[in-house]
C-alpha cells in the first residue's frame, strides 16, 4: 500500500465528543477530510447544529448526536443509535472536557466533582461501549485527548492537571487490556492552543507573553495543527501504535 494510502480514512466513521466547537471541532473537520464520515458530539443541540451544518456544507458526511459524557444512560443510548441507524463506530475520539480555574485551597468540592466526572469518567463512559462494539468487529481506534498538563501543573489548575493525567494512564490501560482485540488506544496531549477555552488567557497580555516565551515555537499552537496528529492515530499508518501519548505542544515539554 502506498504510504499516503494509509492516511485514507474513506469508508471509516469517527464519533468525536466535545466536537461542537474547538479542538474537538477541528479534529473532526481533519478526519473528516481524510475521508472520514464523522458524527459529532455535544450537550448544546443548538451549538452542534450549527457545526453540523457548517462542515456538511464542505461536503463532509456529518451527522450530530447529542448527548451528555457524564450521563451513561444518555451515552449508551446515543452509542447504539449510532451502530444501529447511522454505522459501526470506527474511531473514537475523546475529547469533551472543561476546566475551572481556583486555588486548590479554595476550590469548590462540587467544582472538583464536575471536573473529574467530565474529563476523566467520561474517557470511560464513552470507551466502554464503543469498545465492546469494536471488541467485536476485531477492530477499532481511539484516541483520547490529553494535555500538557498530564506531565506538569501550574497554579490554580490542579483537578484538571490530575484528570488530564489519569486519562493519560488509562489510556496505557485501555491499550493493555484491548490490544489483543485488535483496537489501537492512544493519546495526544495538546499545548496551548488558541481556542475559546483559553479565551480568558489569549486576552490577558502577561499570561499571552509568558505562553510566548516559554514555548520553544514562540506562540500558542492553532486548532488545525492537531489535524495531522489526529489523522495519523485513527489510521492504518499507525497500525502498530498503541498506548502511546503524543504530545503536541510547540516543544514545550521538551524544554525546561
Known amino acids: ?93 475523546n475529547n469533551a472536557g472543561m476546566q475551572f480555574r481556583s486555588s486548590l485551597e479554595a476550590f469548590p468540592p462540587e467544582k472538583f466533582d464536575q471536573v473529574i466526572a467530565t474529563n476523566l469518567t467520561s474517557v470511560f463512559n464513552v470507551s466502554q461501549p464503543v469498545a465492546r462494539h469494536m471488541i467485536s468487529r476485531g477492530t477499532g481506534k481511539i484516541v483520547n485527548i490529553c494535555s500538557l498538563l498530564s506531565e506538569l501543573s501550574r497554579p490554580s489548575v490542579a483537578p484538571y ?3 488530564k493525567a489519569a486519562v493519560a494512564n488509562i489510556t496505557r490501560g485501555m491499550a493493555v487490556d484491548w490490544a489483543k ?42 486548532p488545525e495543527e492537531l489535524g495531522g ?4 492515530l485513527a489510521s492504518e499508518a499507525s497500525r502498530f501504535v498503541n498506548g502511546h501519548i503524543l504530545y503536541v505542544d510547540g516543544a514545550f515539554t521538551a524544554t525546561v
Open 161 to 163: 492537571a490530575a484528570t
Open 1 to 93: 500500500m502506498p504510504t499516503t494510502n494509509l492516511f485514507d480514512l474513506t469508508g471509516k466513521r469517527a464519533l468525536i465528543t466535545g466536537s461542537s466547537r474547538g479542538l474537538g471541532l477541528a479534529m473532526a473537520t481533519a478526519l473528516a477530510n481524510a475521508g472520514a464520515a464523522v458524527v459529532l458530539n455535544a450537550r448544546d443541540g443548538v451549538a452542534l447544529g450549527a457545526a453540523a451544518h457548517d462542515l456538511a456544507a464542505t461536503g463532509a458526511t456529518v451527522n450530530a448526536v447529542a448527548f451528555d459524557v457524564t450521563n451513561r444512560d444518555s451515552i449508551n443510548e446515543a452509542v447504539n443509535h449510532i451502530e444501529d441507524e447511522i454505522g459501526p463506530i470506527d474511531i473514537l475520539v
Open 229 to 232: 496528529a489526529i489523522v495519523f
Open 181 to 222: 482485540h485488535g483496537l489501537n488506544v492512544n493519546g495526544i496531549a495538546p499545548g496551548y492552543f488558541a481556542t475559546e477555552l483559553n479565551d480568558a488567557l489569549l486576552k490577558d497580555d502577561k499570561f499571552n507573553a509568558w505562553i510566548e516565551s516559554r514555548t520553544p515555537m514562540g506562540r500558542w499552537g492553532q
